[in-house]
């Protein structure tokens, strides 16, 4: 919800215009909670069905070369082990960071927006820093966690 907050007002602000607070936004009836909780809800019936693959950003933070061998593997896309440790070493997040702050890339999604990064903090856990105790409760019950 946090990411999505950012992308909202900050990339996309030209295009949404969305000028709330982060805790309105979280629940707002278009962008908030309560949308993102269902489609949580059907993208788990969909892998737990087997029809598609269940990777979080939290593993991807911890452990992304073995969450890319895995989907590689799942979508049986054959890549050699050194080729796969350097797509990895080369995704990290400082990696990303530096690319999108060259401005170099080639597309336009990893370079910034409305003065806004795409490459924001990186970290595990970092919605704490953006959202009060009350909201982090509407979001755990929200998401029944």
């Known amino acids: ?6 992308q909202v007002t900050g990339r996309f602000k030209d295009f949404f215009g969305y000028q709330d607070s982060i805790s309105a936004f979280i629940r707002d009836p278009y962008f908030g909670a309560q ?16 029809r598609v693959l269940r990777i979080t950003y ?12 895995s989907a590689l593997s799942y979508y049986e896309i054959p890549v050699a082990e050194v080729t796969l440790a350097q797509v990895a070493k ?11 702050e060259s401005a170099t890339f080639e597309e336009p999604w990893l370079r910034a927006r409305n003065d ?3 490459v924001r903090r990186g ?11 009350a909201d982090i409760a509407f979001l ?5 966690l």
């Open 58 to 69: 939290e593993q991807c933070h911890t452990q992304f070369e073995a969450v890319l061998k």
């Open 90 to 100: 080369n995704s990290s997040f400082q990696r990303m960071k530096r690319v999108e």
């Open 1 to 6: 919800m946090v990411s999505l907050y950012f």
């Open 116 to 118: 806004a990064p795409k």
């Open 123 to 133: 970290l595990v856990g970092s919605f704490r820093d953006e959202l009060s105790p």
């Open 35 to 50: 949308n993102l909780a269902e489609f949580q809800r059907q993208w788990d019936e969909i892998s737990d069905q087997g």
């Open 140 to 144: 755990n019950d929200t998401f029944d």
